[in-house]
Structures are given as structure tokens and as C-alpha cells.
């Protein structure tokens, strides 16, 4: 059973940094994993895409050059690192995992996600 569990979530003050691990189990194929975050009374938002390898990611425009995304294959864990935060930046982050390989800005385009991690920023 593919399992993702997302940690490093917390409180931050606002020009912060913060990063979430996304640790994976169950997937037997190369897979692409995404982040994505999801305010109270908004819709969930594209954060960041990376492929199996690593070699290509995507980051959506709300997060571009503030948030990285990166993995490593051999502990089978992605990151976020989250720089430059800001208080509209508090959100649940979940990782999600497409064994498909479409390398998406969409949710439903991933077929399993983690729990979620909430990151507060204060200020």
C-alpha cells in the first residue's frame, strides 16, 4: 500500500524559512511528486512538481523563488524548502505522488497524497 507522510510542518514568523520532508513507501515505479497547499475556505493550490529523478521541477507562480523543491531517491523523500515566507502563506501542504509520470500542475492528475502538514506563518 503507497503510503506519503508529510512532517516539518509549523509556526514561523514571516520572512522565515521552513522545510517539509514528504517520506514515500509502497511505490514500485518511478513517480513524479508534487506539492500542493490548501488555505481555510480556498481552493487547494499548485505549489511545486519534480520528476523521479529529480533532473526537472516546476514551482507555481505564488511560490516562485521563495519555495524549492527537491528529492532523494535513495531515503525516498521529497522536500520543500520555504524561504521568504509569508502570512498568506499559511496553509495544510500535502505531497502527492503520480506513478504516472505527468509531471502536472493538477491535483487530480495525482493519484495518492499525505495527510497534510499545517504551516503557520505569524506577522
Known amino acids: 500500500q503507497v503510503q506519503l507522510v508529510e512532517s516539518g510542518g509549523g509556526l514561523v514568523q514571516a520572512g522565515g524559512s521552513l522545510r517539509l520532508s514528504c517520506a514515500a513507501s509502497g511505490l514500485t515505479s518511478r513517480y513524479d511528486m508534487g506539492w500542493f497547499r490548501q488555505a481555510p475556505g480556498k481552493e487547494r493550490e499548485f505549489g511545486a512538481v519534480?520528476?523521479?529523478?529529480?533532473?526537472?521541477?516546476y514551482h507555481g507562480n505564488s511560490v516562485k523563488g521563495r519555495f524549492t523543491t527537491s528529492r532523494d531517491i535513495a531515503k525516498n523523500t521529497v522536500y520543500l524548502q520555504m524561504n521568504s515566507l509569508k502570512p498568506e502563506d499559511t496553509a495544510v501542504y500535502y505531497c502527492a505522488a503520480d506513478p504516472r509520470g505527468r509531471f502536472s500542475r493538477r491535483s487530480i492528475d495525482y493519484d495518492y497524497w499525505g495527510q497534510g502538514t499545517q504551516v503557520t506563518v505569524s506577522s
Open positions: 519534480i520528476s523521479w529523478s529529480g533532473g526537472s521541477t
